[in-house]
């Protein structure tokens, strides 16, 4: 298996010029608190930030896509001392992004809680990131030690995992227990940590925040589409000749963010796109939109010299070790359906019609996501790949490469 922090190290090198990563350091160093304030100079801080968040049409980052000003509001209706949380656990295994963030333009991401934190009036601002995020926290240790905003930050680490990075097994974590998904209601906004209304936002989302505060409603909707105003941060890997962090307007096509990375170093065979909770495409021309599927901001782009069967049931096999096994469908639904497509990967038995009853049986069973998105990932894999799929069954193997191109994360703590 690839870890995730082997694969994170050959993908996480922030390119281009746009509204995120426009001052990153050519080194590479975190950009401290004084270059950062004579680039973007003093943060505005007031409830006037919930009403520009929702005019601007912010949505989240980390893969939910929810009203980033819904969600400020639901908070602030319900009183009490609001906890702000950044979600830095990014347990998705072929996403750096947020991680790239952390590290490179830490006090944009938090220029964004100190501004959600302002504008509800909470009195504490905790940044989540994983355990194996070493550098990360590093570096967001001495930025918290750099700023004077009236609120307490507290930096705290939590497992790697895929789910982890669900909000409510994000909170139950940083509250001590397992990092297991609750039910909902009770949401976070309405009872979160100790009780307290708390907002949960990823960072690649409080970092885009920061920016609306500063620059309004009307900058931020400058770019995108009209749907989908702003940008949004990709990781890209797999075939491509710079594989790296970049940055595209919502609406600009899978070619052009291919020819931002100097173009394909193979023929391609297909796309995944919005990581292992997303589906596969042939379509180079597909619209890059939260609509489109692109969730937490990943695309690969899949050499046809590797075997996408062997590849996905790598990935299915992995999603359901990662279930937090409290839940029957997820815990033995997603074990099944990693079987059904390993037996199909070794061309040893045609259980496509059972894999697609299956998937649909595990939607929306689960105390989370998790089972949803795995079964996404199943049934898109058998969708995209249907001819490399009766290939396999007929020869009962297959001449190309398992490269380990969709890399897996640690096993879950």
């Not at 304030?37 to 930030?49: E, V």
């Not at 039910?183 to 979160?192: A, C």
């Not at 049931?313 to 937090?324: D, G, N, T, W």
Request: aromatic share 4%; net charge neutral; hydrophobic share 40%.
């Amino acid at each position: 298996m690839t870890s995730t922090a082997s694969q994170r190290a050959r993908v996480a090198a922030p390119h281009g010029t746009g509204r995120l990563l426009a001052r990153v350091r050519g080194d590479g160093r975190a950009v401290s608190l004084e270059e950062h304030a004579a680039r973007y100079g003093l943060l505005p801080l007031g409830d006037d930030l919930i009403r520009t968040a929702a005019e601007s049409g912010l949505s989240g980052r980390g893969g939910g896509g929810f009203p980033t000003g819904q969600k400020l509001r639901a908070v602030a209706d319900r009183g009490g001392r609001p906890v702000v949380v950044v979600n830095g656990a990014e347990g998705e295994p072929a996403s750096a992004k947020d991680r790239a963030l952390m590290r490179c333009v830490p006090h944009l991401v938090l220029d964004g809680a100190a501004a959600a934190a302002a504008a509800l009036g909470a009195h504490e601002i905790i940044i989540a990131t994983a355990r194996s995020a070493r550098t990360e926290r590093e570096v967001l240790t001495t930025a918290v030690r750099e700023r004077r905003e009236r609120v307490r930050w507290r930096l705290a680490t939590v497992p790697d995992g895929f789910v982890v990075g669900e909000e409510t097994a994000l909170l139950a974590a940083l509250s001590g227990r397992a990092a297991r998904p609750t039910n909902k209601p009770p949401y976070p906004f309405e009872r979160g940590l100790g009780g307290d209304p708390t907002l949960v936002q990823n960072s690649e989302t409080l970092a885009q925040l920061a920016l609306v505060a500063r620059f309004g409603a009307d900058w931020f909707r400058s770019q995108g589409t009209s749907q989908e105003p702003g940008t949004a941060l990709v990781t890209l890997s797999g075939a491509v000749a710079r594989p790296g962090i970049y940055e595209i307007e919502f609406g600009a096509h899978l070619s052009e963010l291919v020819a931002q990375a100097g173009g394909a170093t193979e023929p391609l065979a297909a796309f995944l796109v919005g990581g292992y909770f997303g589906t596969w495409t042939r379509d180079a021309d597909l619209r890059l939109t939260a609509a489109a599927g692109l969730g937490a901001g990943v695309v690969v782009a899949f050499p046809t010299s590797t075997c996408a069967l062997q590849e996905s049931a790598r990935v299915a096999r992995y999603l359901a070790e990662q279930s937090a096994g409290q839940c029957g469908p997820c815990l033995h639904g997603l074990s099944a359906l990693a079987g059904g497509l390993e037996r199909i990967a070794r061309g040893a038995d045609d259980d496509r019609e059972q894999l697609t009853r299956w998937a649909a049986d595990v939607v929306g069973r689960g105390a989370c996501r998790h089972p949803d998105g795995a079964a996404r990932f199943v049934t898109s894999t058998l969708t995209t790949f249907e001819q490399e799929t009766t290939r396999h069954l007929a020869h009962g193997h297959c001449d190309k490469r398992d490269r380990a191109i969709l890399p897996t994360g640690p096993s879950r703590e």
